[in-house]
């Protein structure tokens, strides 16, 4: 079936450091990927897409590149500030007849001054 | 534009009653799914409903059940609760295809006692 694997966190970074939360995936047939972000006692927030191989999702500075044959949809941004500070959880959709959002165990992210 | 609306935000219940919880969509969203978020399992789908008909369900035994109306609002019920039902309920309406990505509310805090 399909899966989602995705570093584990927590990950702590200074500000305007370089993030990258690493994120690979099973799935059958031509999945569409997603990154969501969480803050604190909200829910999931739509951060960036890609719905096919080597497309390149971005949005608020963050990016990440669809990967066909590494299977993977890696989060980067190259200056982070303490307003990302949230959970970040990569999905997969694998398309026609699935109706479902498969989740990775998201990775915390907390940004110091 | 409304976002996606969940009722109520919180809610305690004793074990083994029962609870139903509401999501409205997005104006013109005709699929609604919904998520269960513990910290220990992460993020498990549940249900999907589009015009009225369940399209996919979730790992999940028959006690959770839900119904999507023709105004495409969608309920959730849990039966004879348990304390691991303890969770936050979180709802996401599309417009039906992966494409477009799913808007998720900001969930049922639900704490089973």
């Known amino acids: 079936g399909d899966s989602v694997t995705q570093m584990e966190g927590p990950v702590t970074l200074s500000e305007e450091a370089f993030l990258t939360i690493n994120c690979t995936y099973t799935?059958?047939?031509?999945?569409?990927l997603f990154w969501y972000v969480q803050y604190p006692g909200e829910g999931l927030q739509l951060l960036l897409k890609?719905?096919?191989?080597?497309d390149k999702g971005s949005n608020k500075g963050f990016e990440a590149t669809y990967r066909k044959e590494t299977t993977s949809f890696h989060l980067e941004k190259g200056s982070v500030q303490v307003s990302d500070s949230a959970v970040y959880f990569c999905?997969?959709?694998?398309?026609?007849?699935?109706?479902?959002?498969?989740f990775g165990k998201g990775t915390k992210l907390s940004v110091i001054p | 534009k409304a976002g996606v609306t969940q009722t109520p935000r919180y809610l305690i219940k004793t074990r083994g009653q029962q609870v139903t919880l509401s999501c409205s969509p997005i104006?013109?969203?005709?699929?609604v799914s919904w998520y269960q978020q513990t910290p220990g399992q992460g993020l498990q789908f549940l249900f999907e409903?589009?015009?009225?008909?369940?399209?996919n369900k979730g790992n999940f035994p028959g006690r959770f059940s839900g119904r999507q109306f023709s105004n495409s609002r969608s309920e959730m019920n849990v039966s004879t609760l348990e304390l691991g039902d303890s969770a936050l309920y979180l709802c996401?309406?599309?417009?039906?295809?992966?494409?477009?990505?799913?808007?998720f509310g900001s969930g049922t805090r639900l704490t089973v006692v």
């Open positions: 996401a309406s599309s417009l039906g295809t992966q494409i477009y990505g799913y808007t």
């Open positions: 799935a059958t047939g031509y999945p569409s």
């Open positions: 890609a719905t096919k191989a080597d």
């Open positions: 999905a997969l959709h694998s398309g026609a007849g699935s109706y479902q959002l498969t």
């Open positions: 104006s013109g969203h005709r699929s």
């Open positions: 409903y589009f015009s009225e008909t369940q399209r």
